[in-house]
């Protein structure tokens, strides 16, 4: 696998960190970001999945 990236988004600001995943909505610690589901929407503002883009940290 490699490195882990970072996926903010655009809304809210909001840090998806592949490495971290999204566990409290069903997105398990080193989920790749292109296997989360399209239905799954940003914990913090509600935006989809395309309201995001990969950003270095």
């Not at 696998?1 to 909001?14: D, Q, V, Y």
């Amino acid at each position: 696998m490699s490195e882990p990236r970072t996926w903010m988004c655009l809304i809210c600001g909001w840090i998806y960190d592949e490495a971290v995943g999204d566990p409290e909505h069903g997105v398990p610690a080193g989920t790749a970001w292109a296997d989360v589901s399209m239905n799954w929407t940003c914990p913090e503002c509600g935006a989809r999945k395309e309201d995001f883009e990969m950003v270095q940290i």
